[in-house]
């Protein structure tokens, strides 16, 4: 018989992965909960083995027709490939770029974000360590670059994914920002790489402190830099319109070797990653937030000062802790848990599992397993239905058109400021529907490789086959009449009838109702909150 009420252990999963199953609500009750946090929050530096293989056994196809110009030209491509791009360098990635419309179509540089993608997909749905993928999912919203901006920001994103954004999800937040400052695809993306001395580029600059660190809030405008407050450190309460000036000018010559040709002034390396170039940088900032910067010479010394403060700064940690907390407890995070969140950042701010503290306060808080909260986005509710029903994750291109018509995919929202992270926006009647279809599709595609014939549990009973399926998907009984509801429902498909004796119809007809019944069941109001 299924429980009333879900237990602690899987809301707290319903919280902090991808998507709760039975068999790891039982792990839990097995080892407990801290337990549990522990492992989670101390992964391997890559993937788990299991996961690993499969990544690396894994292709996904490509195809494309010959051409012939005068730089050479390509030859026809239809082949299921590795995803190789994803451990591809940064010279080999950049070189793929700089052949394109030469001797590689543009379909090789638009593969290599395919490519994340697909391992976004698959990491969310079999990774052991789920909180990671959770977090990284957190990170590349808030470090959000879209891919459609240019072939030099496509170019960049396995690295990306690989080196500013994975290896930081439990490490110190002010490595993680260099991390992403001197990203190939952060570079291109807000224009940092294109910054000149003369007239350095402000895109970053003001992304840097409004989006990435500070918060909007902290934002003071046109005001005199004497008239601001400053606390304790001598370190101003906010940011001015002048500090965004200055920290264009500090961050000025940060770049990528290009191999670009800059007249007068040289012609940059081809490496294909960052690099700094001293005739590039404008030697004019001085005050930042109440801290002269003047007499700092050395090269990238004043872009990492301003870095050190910002990451530092208090209003970056609460702007940073609530963004956390919503994620994971919805649009009202309890005040205690935000508050305890906020002392961790500060009080580890210089240890190299900073963001590893947060998150074991955050997890190891009480309210971590209070009732539902938070609005499950059509990512994560795809792949929380995938995981509870068994289902594989495929490399496809069907990967990249099941929730075309919502923003939650990597790479794909236009803006620096990440999609929202607000239930109502989630709540649109066109995501809802989007959201629905894809639950009763996914199954089918190609990206999706499941039998929930097999997977279902022997019965000769509607009412028990529904109730198996309630407890994998939902994790308790359903109130009122939706269970009744649900066993009318089945009812009226034939091939759930064949399955449990009553009826006789094909096994395609069979597998396709009990798709149908799963679909429905994940369609319910309590699947769609966590």
Known sequence: MLPAIPSFERLALSRATFGARSVDESYVQKIGWTAWVEDQLSPPAGDDPTLSRYIASSTMNIKYSAKDNKLGGWGAVNEDRHLTALNTSALGLWEIYRQRNKTLPTKEVRRITEEVVAATWIRATHSAYQVREVMANFWHNHFNVAAKDSLAVRTGTAAYDRDAIRPHVFGNFREM???????????????????????????????????????????????????VTKNSNGVATGFTDDDVITTSRALSGWTVGSGTRMRKLGTLPTTGEFHYEPFL???????????????????????????????????????????????????????????????????????????????????????????ASKVRQPFEKTVAFMRSVGATAVPHRSMFSLLRKTPDQIFTWPAPNGHPDIDGYWLSSAALITEWNALLTVLGLPMTGVSITDESLATTSVNKLVEDWVGRIIGFELPGTKMDDLIDFAMGLNGVLTYVGQKSSSARTVENHLRRLVGVIAAADEFAHR
Request: hydrophobic content about 40%; glycine content about 6%.
């Open 177 to 227: 920002l260099e991390a992403n400052a001197t990203s190939v695809s952060m570079l291109f993306y807000l224009d940092n790489a294109i910054s000149k001395p003369a007239t350095p580029n402000e895109n970053y600059a003001r992304e840097l402190l409004e989006l990435h660190t500070l918060g909007q809030g902290a934002y003071l405008g046109q005001v005199a830099p004497s008239t």
């Open 281 to 371: 940088h404008n030697t004019d900032a001085a005050l930042f937030m109440g801290k002269d910067l003047s007499g700092l010479r050395d090269d990238m010394a004043q872009g990492r000062a301003i870095l050190d403060i910002i990451a530092t700064h208090e209003a970056t940690a609460t702007f940073l802790c609530t963004k956390i907390c919503v994620r994971l407890f919805g649009d009202t995070p309890p005040t205690n848990v935000l508050n305890a969140a906020i002392s961790a950042w500060m009080s580890h701010q210089s240890q190299p599992d900073q963001l590893r503290q947060v998150m074991k306060t955050i997890l190891l808080s009480p309210e971590i397993g209070a009732a």
